[in-house]
Every structure is written in structure tokens, then in C-alpha cells.
């Protein structure tokens, strides 16, 4: 069992930036592949970044790429969503996720296991 507790989420106003974090609490945090998803009001939980056990593989969600970095520190057990260019569509609890199974890098909410407990972003225009 791993707990992944999050931070970073805020109000913000658009053009702006955030940084999420998420911890976890086991030390094999480096054997998870990790992933950040969202999910705004009424609508279903969507992938947004993903990023592989060593580091080595990122994904985005096609409107993140450009403007969103996932990156993570295994020696910290943390990983981290930068957001930059924020827009009022990106407004959503944001959720990081850890996939124990050494598969491929998944993009589907249904590869991971474990859940942090969210973190509101909302940006206005």
C-alpha cells in the first residue's frame, strides 16, 4: 500500500502558473510509473501526464503539451506537475496516481492503483 499526498493546487488567474507536487510514502517510489489526472465538474477523471519509473518517458494530454512538465525527484518520492500558460478550461481537481506493475506506461485511470486525495486548481479568466 502506498498513500500519495498532494499540494500545489490554488486560484489563479489565466496566463498564470502552478507547480503541483505529490508525495509518497514508501521508499520503492521509484518502481511506480507516476501520472497526474484531472476532473472538472460533471465531466470524467482525464489523463493528463505521465512519466516513467526513471524519468526517462514523458506523456501529456494533447492541450498540456507545450504548456504542462511532469517531472520527478525518486530520492524525494515526489513527483510534480509545472503548469505554465494556465486557461480557465484547465480548472479541475487535479489527481496523481502510481501504476505498480512495471507495464508500459499507462494512460487510462484504470492502470493505476493507488490515488492521491486531489487537489482543487481553478483558473479564471
Known amino acids: 500500500q502506498v498513500q500519495l499526498v498532494e499540494s500545489g493546487g490554488g486560484l489563479v488567474q489565466a496566463g498564470d502558473s502552478l507547480r503541483l507536487s505529490c508525495t509518497a510514502s514508501?521508499?520503492?517510489?521509484?518502481?511506480?510509473?507516476m501520472g497526474w489526472f484531472r476532473q472538472a465538474p460533471g465531466k470524467e477523471r482525464e489523463f493528463v501526464a505521465a512519466?516513467?519509473?526513471?524519468?526517462?518517458?514523458?506523456y501529456y494530454l494533447d492541450s498540456a503539451k507545450g504548456r504542462f512538465t511532469i517531472s520527478r525527484d525518486n530520492a524525494k518520492s515526489t513527483v510534480y506537475l509545472q503548469m505554465n500558460s494556465l486557461i480557465p478550461e484547465d480548472t479541475a481537481v487535479y489527481y496523481c496516481?502510481?501504476?505498480?506493475?512495471?507495464?508500459?506506461?499507462?494512460?487510462?485511470?484504470?492502470?493505476?492503483?493507488?490515488w492521491g486525495q486531489g487537489t482543487q486548481v481553478t483558473v479564471s479568466s
Open positions: 512519466i516513467s519509473r526513471l524519468g526517462s518517458r514523458t
Open positions: 496516481a502510481a501504476d505498480s506493475s512495471r507495464r508500459s506506461v499507462g494512460l487510462s485511470p484504470d492502470e493505476y492503483d493507488y
Open positions: 514508501r521508499r520503492t517510489f521509484g518502481s511506480y510509473t
